[in-house]
């Protein structure tokens, strides 16, 4: 009789951000997690590199969550993901615009036009590290690895009054760029050249890469998941 042997359980993931989008992202790909939210200063991080281009700026933010997060108590012995994205339109990198005037002044710049949303994910790994000497301990751990996926996003005209309906609902304020995919700013959004996730906020192919790196296989969530 063929004996089969469950797969050890894969780490716990702790996701340094509090978008809901992104939570549900990782829901969807079958991978268990818990929010851990930093209290990195995105101003001042992006300050702090002035030269950094839109993709460089993403992966800046997401390394700065994830890595503040990681160094946490209630980190230790998990895998950590930061996350973060800025759109690019005409070179220049759009955050969040926070206030009605600057998400309607970034709306009218965007409608009818092309610009590229870069993704930055960031994973830290702070597992115990073997020592063939003293055994497993929690070592100084490493900075971890990052990549950047990018999108580009076009969009359709979008009339004064399109635009002004859309800022009052509130949605853009938060949102890098000021639109969504995955929400009420799919309305506007003529195509997506690349993997739509990206634009969601976080790319789970990327994540599946980044996972590799580090011996894990995200399929090994989705057995543990049949295993219950």
Known sequence: MTVHTAPPAPPALILASKSPARTKLLEEAGIPHRILVSAVDEESVAAGHPGASPAEKAL????????????????????????????????????KPYTPDVARERLAAMSGRAGVLHTGH???????????????????????????????VEFTAMSTEDIAAYVATGEPLEC?????????????????????????????????????GVGVRLTDWWATAVDR
């Open 122 to 152: 960031w994973l830290v790994d702070r597992r115990p590290v073997q020592d063939q000497q003293d055994g497993a301990h929690d070592a100084a751990w490493s900075p971890g690895a990052g990549e950047v996926a990018s999108a580009g």
């Open 60 to 95: 800046l933010l997401a390394r700065a969550k994830a890595e503040a997060v990681a160094a946490l108590p209630a980190a230790a012995g998990t895998l950590v993901l930061g996350c973060d994205s800025v759109f690019e339109l005409d070179g220049e990198a759009l955050g």
């Open 176 to 212: 890098a760029g000021s639109f969504t995919i995955d929400g009420l700013g799919g309305a506007f959004l003529a195509r997506v050249d690349g993997d739509p996730h990206t634009v969601v906020g976080l790319s789970v192919s990327t994540l599946r890469a980044l996972l590799a």
